[in-house]
């Protein structure tokens, strides 16, 4: 069989994430970080027969592309792929996927309290501007009443740090005032533009506009939600 270059986009991405990965009949992918603070799923066109787990993903990815079209063909036991191209080829063991981190169970999100769209264009803007800012908080506030919602990149520690704002129009007026807080570094998202859930209970989802990917990210312990 061959990998598909939508699936090594997604491959590339989720070693973001964490190094370790599981692949399983179903056709789907799924990462986690080593603190559980980030899970990331995509449903992906190949359809493996075993479950085999991966150690150091990009390791397995720079294999991979050590060859054109590599065509990969697995061990019947699943303990290793034989990757070949024109008489060259690599024999590449697995790991036992329950050493592995990798999700257990399916997240279920709970009701969302705040909806909104974010932009490909919103979300590289804010993490330039927390790169030349240096600073990894971003901060998601509403107000009662209000058809609109505050992005803000900031320092929640430093009251005179500078910050970074983006002024989002929704669709329903807020009902509840709330200042919600996340780190940028866990927003290890695929580019394009996301629908965002976000829940009282810290949760939040990012489901990718066009492609089937979706995140989940804890929010920090800081947020507050007066619902």
């Known amino acids: 069989m061959k990998i598909s270059s939508s699936t090594l986009s997604v491959l590339k991405n989720f ?3 964490n190094s370790n990965m599981v692949f399983s009949p179903d056709g789907e992918l799924k990462t986690m970080s080593n603190a559980k603070n980030i899970l990331g799923s ?3 066109p190949e359809q493996f027969e075993y479950e085999f787990g991966i150690y150091d993903l990009n390791e397995f990815l720079n294999v991979l592309g050590m060859f054109e079209d590599p065509e990969l063909s697995f061990h019947a036991d699943a303990k290793f792929v034989n990757i070949s191209e024109d ?13 592995l981190t990798s999700p257990q169970k399916k997240i279920v999100m709970p009701s ?4 909104f769209e974010m932009s490909a264009d919103n979300l590289n803007a804010m993490r330039k501007a927390a790169g030349v800012l240096g600073t990894t908080d971003v901060i998601i506030e509403g107000t009662t009443g ?3 919602l505050e992005l803000t990149v900031t320092d929640i520690g430093n009251p005179t740090s500078n910050s970074y704002k983006i002024e989002i ?3 329903e007026e807020n009902t509840s005032d709330f200042k919600l807080a996340f780190n940028i570094n866990n927003f ?11 829940s009282s209970k810290l949760i939040s989802k990012f489901t990718h506009k066009t492609e089937p990917l979706v995140y989940w990210v804890a929010l920090e312990k800081t947020s507050n939600f007066n619902t």
Do not use: L, R
Not at 112 to 115: H, S
Not at 188 to 198: P, R, S
């Open 146 to 148: 209000s058809n609109q």
């Open 15 to 17: 070693s973001t994430i």
């Open 42 to 44: 995509a449903v992906i």
């Open 87 to 99: 008489g060259h080829s690599i024999k590449y063991f697995f790991s036992e996927p329950s050493n």
């Open 188 to 198: 290890k998202f695929a580019g394009g533009d996301y629908q965002v859930d976000i």
């Open 169 to 171: 129009d929704v669709d």
């Open 112 to 115: 969302a309290e705040v909806q």
